[in-house]
């Protein structure tokens, strides 16, 4: 309840806000709210002078409490206090120092109390609730403060609890249990919520304050077993001269890179080491097949200096002189191998031939066997290792390419492929199909191990912390590399020890200076990597030399030096030494300035793309598809330029996608492009064409409760445009689908009325798919004297044609 009592006497109405005021952000942040309850029963008994003293006193301990433990009090509502803690800066463990400074409020109020009972007979109440979620912290009016959900939750939770109890949410128990006891509470039905809100009531507290972490160059601990994988595996695809598949699966921060590292160093020391080659899997926008395109960059010797012209000619003679000395002598077949892999990672200016007219299906055959031969030629030089990362993003096309790869490769040839378990809950059997294929399960370091890890990593006048350390990582190295990093850097404060990698990483980026997170925060809107061209403009914006901030962010091991990859690359490239560095600094962005990024990311790569357009669509959509995405969750009107921009590379990207036989990337991409051509007023012809290639890509996945919708958009738009034809066509291919689907009776109402639409232009394939579908539909139904004319009709036509023969010619045999 309030008081209506003056916050003075050195209690602050708020946090003062910084005089340019903080830029927005996303956080995850931990609100505390505590409430006097027995105000009015107080005020009663007691002069106003002295109720306002006491009432003082109060607010004053239960600031205290919270700046102990390393919170912002955020403002006073009459008698009510709201703490942020994780804004303005993050810890590593801010769960549990809200509920640490919850339990101190009640101890706190329990002193106040006999005081009060003792002097004037009276006694307040304290409620407290706390909640973990994301919310946006920025400036309101003149003080900073927090806004989401999350805010109300954790007043609601207050609300509810008894009168001396710490109350709180489900994110805030899961994140805090390891120091705190808790127990039960029903669910609650708050205000506002439409379902029960789980809570919990914290009792006491477990463990003393959490210890902080630090790191340097991490050695390989407790990965002996994996290691010797992969060098027997290494191994036998040498002596058997047959390709090996070898997966490790674990979860982000278990060490797989780091093993990928050390294989490197290994294979790199010998004397006559193998070719290593290695492709990385982004998660959106790089392409279906980029990891095979840096593996063959790679191996051609293509530079990021390197025009298209010049790419096309060093691909074209270094492929062609390897597969020659492979043992492919014939040059209108290496010719055709080189055009088919030119085709496919869109380098068109190497002359491709017929490639365009192909069967998309018979070009991905082809496309695989080429590849394949690259590589048997590369094992012919010397034993080949294949290192493919973050396969769990992998297109099924790309998957499918890998496991292409190691059933029929003949040589000494490795291949390495990292993942997360995404993987296997997509293809339960990757991995497992032949003898020559095996999966390995990457698990978290033992306890020893874990402690061998962290007394590597801190310097030896931190040794004493090393046990703590190694206890809170729980076997992830990355935890551990991460919090015996900020033992290192800023000393062994015991209360900076992490409790999950999202607030590691947090607290990590928020010890930054302002402009380096800044630049942190642009760069991860890129992606996992990019050139230094493409951070031009926020360093134009900071008026800061780009260069020493960049120098600085790999001291500090934010980023790493990167092999460029040509996606948005140029001579040279970073990267986030963790992609889940770059994730934690992508979602600090509000949604607004997300959406901006990435269209100034999109617009300039368009500027760059030149003749590379075709290869960088998905790159350029993608950036283009976040900003709409993020502008529509915020209820923003339509952009009609953005839409455009989107229908325009997202069009191209499912095109690509669409001849390669990637029918479930096409339809994506096309719907894409029809959604913002329909908002950015794309032409009626456009549209109507853009709708019939949606329909047939949703066509080709059987999406069959979608793709006759789609058909009967399309057959519309061309009614409107007086094309009839093309209307008929549609009229067909919808009851195709519907006939595939197994529902005759509309495919028949639709091949009858397509019928009626094509005959008038003649002899047609689209006819004779039509007469045939009606007439197996009626032949289906048991009525042959209906079926048998119009299975006649479609044979004599086919005849005429000169087309295979029909399937109709079948069924009258």
């Not at 006491?204 to 002996?224: D, K, N, Y």
């Not at 990385?280 to 191996?299: D, H, K, M, T």
Request: proline residues 4%; negative net charge; contains cysteine.
């Amino acid at each position: 309840m309030g008081c209506g009592t003056s916050l003075s006497d050195g209690v602050a109405a708020g946090r003062p806000a910084p005089a340019a005021g903080p830029a927005d952000e996303r956080r995850q942040v931990t609100i505390l709210f505590a409430d006097l309850s027995g105000y009015t029963a107080v005020a009663e008994q007691l002069d106003p002078e002295v109720v306002k003293g006491v009432v003082s006193r109060i607010l004053r301990r239960l600031s205290d409490e919270v700046d102990a433990h390393g919170g912002t009090v955020d403002k006073f509502i009459g008698d009510n206090v709201m703490a942020l803690f994780g804004a303005p800066v993050a810890h590593e463990d801010d769960a549990v120092r809200a509920v640490r400074a919850g339990l101190g409020m009640q101890a706190a109020m329990d002193d106040v109390n006999a005081d009060l009972e003792r002097t004037h007979g009276v006694r307040f109440g304290l409620r407290v609730g706390i909640n973990t979620g994301d919310v946006l912290y920025g400036t309101i009016g003149e003080s900073s403060t927090v806004t989401g959900d999350a805010v109300n939750v954790a007043a609601r939770l207050q609300a509810a609890g008894a009168i001396g109890t710490v109350t709180v949410g489900e994110r805030t128990m899961r994140a805090s249990r390891h120091a705190v006891t808790f127990a039960p509470v029903a669910p609650l039905e708050l205000k506002g919520k439409s379902e029960p809100v789980p809570a919990h009531e914290a009792i006491a507290l477990l463990q003393p304050h959490a210890i902080r972490r630090s790191a340097t160059e991490s050695p390989l601990v407790g990965r002996r077993t994996e290691l010797s994988l992969v060098l027997e595996a290494q191994r036998r695809a040498e002596s058997e001269s047959r390709a090996q598949l070898l997966t490790i699966i674990g979860p982000a921060g278990v060490g797989k890179s780091r093993l990928l590292q050390e294989t490197r160093r290994i294979l790199a020391e010998r004397d006559a080491p193998p070719t290593l080659h290695e492709g990385r899997c982004p998660a959106y926008g790089s392409g279906v097949f980029w990891p095979v395109a840096e593996v063959l960059r790679a191996e051609a010797a293509l530079g990021e200096e390197d025009g298209a012209e010049d790419v096309a000619r060093k691909l074209r003679e270094r492929l062609d002189v390897l597969l020659e000395r492979g043992g492919q002598h014939d040059a209108e077949a290496r010719q055709r191998a080189v055009a088919l892999i030119a085709h496919v990672l869109g380098y068109e200016t190497v002359p491709t031939g017929p490639l365009e007219s192909e069967d998309p299906q018979r070009v991905r055959d082809g496309f695989f066997a080429a590849v394949r031969s690259v590589v048997e030629a590369m094992a012919a030089r010397c034993p080949v290792v294949l290192a493919f990362e973050d396969i769990h993003w992998a297109d099924d096309s790309m998957l499918d390419l890998i496991g292409h790869l190691a059933r029929y490769v003949r040589g000494p040839v490795l291949i390495l492929c990292l993942a997360r378990e995404d993987l296997i809950e997509r293809r339960e059997r990757w991995g497992t199909a032949r003898r020559t294929e095996r999966v390995h399960f990457l698990d978290p370091l033992a306890p020893d191990e874990a402690a061998e890890l962290v007394a590597a990593l801190l310097p030896a006048d931190h040794a004493a912390l090393a046990a703590g350390v190694a206890e809170r990582a729980e076997g992830n190295p990355l935890f551990a590399e991460e919090m015996a990093r900020s033992v290192a850097e800023e000393g062994a404060a015991p209360d900076r020890l992490p409790d999950t990698i999202q607030a590691v990483l947090a607290a990590r980026l928020d010890s930054l200076e302002p402009v380096e997170r800044r630049v942190v925060q642009h760069a991860a809107v890129v992606g996992r990597t990019f050139s230094l061209e493409v951070l031009e403009p926020i360093a134009r914006e900071e008026s800061v030399d780009l260069d020493e901030v960049l120098a600085v962010l790999e001291d500090k091991d934010i980023l790493v030096q990167e092999r460029p990859s040509g996606v948005l690359g140029g001579p040279v490239e970073l990267g986030f030494r963790h992609v889940l560095i770059r994730d934690v600094a992508y979602e600090s962005l509000p949604k607004a300035l997300r959406a901006a990024k990435h269209i100034e990311v999109a617009r300039w790569a368009e500027e760059r793309a030149g003749d590379r357009s075709e290869e960088l669509a998905e790159v350029v959509g993608a950036h283009y598809l976040e900003a709409v995405e993020y502008r529509a969750q915020l209820g923003e009107r339509p952009d009609r330029e953005v839409d455009a921009a989107v229908c325009l590379w997202a069009a191209m990207a499912g095109r690509r996608a669409w001849r390669l036989w990637q029918q479930s990337e096409a339809s994506r991409w096309f719907g894409a492009a029809l959604k913002s051509g329909e908002r950015s007023g794309l032409p009626d012809a456009d549209l109507a064409e853009l709708t019939e290639l949606h329909a047939t890509t949703l066509d080709g996945i059987a999406a069959y409760d979608k793709v006759v919708e789609a058909y009967r958009t399309a057959l519309e738009r061309y009614e409107t445009l007086g094309r009839e034809l093309d209307a008929g066509r549609m009229d067909a291919m919808a009851g195709a689908s519907l006939f595939n689907a197994g529902d005759d009776e509309n495919a028949m109402e639709c091949m009858e009325r397509a019928i009626r639409r094509l005959e008038g232009f003649g002899d047609s394939e689209d006819l004779i798919t039509a007469l045939e579908m009606l007439g197996n539909a009626r032949r289906r139904r048991g009525r042959l004297h209906l079926a048998e004319p119009l299975l006649r009709k479609a044979a004599d036509m086919g005849s005429r044609m000169g087309a295979s023969a029909p399937l109709s010619q079948a069924y009258l045999a």
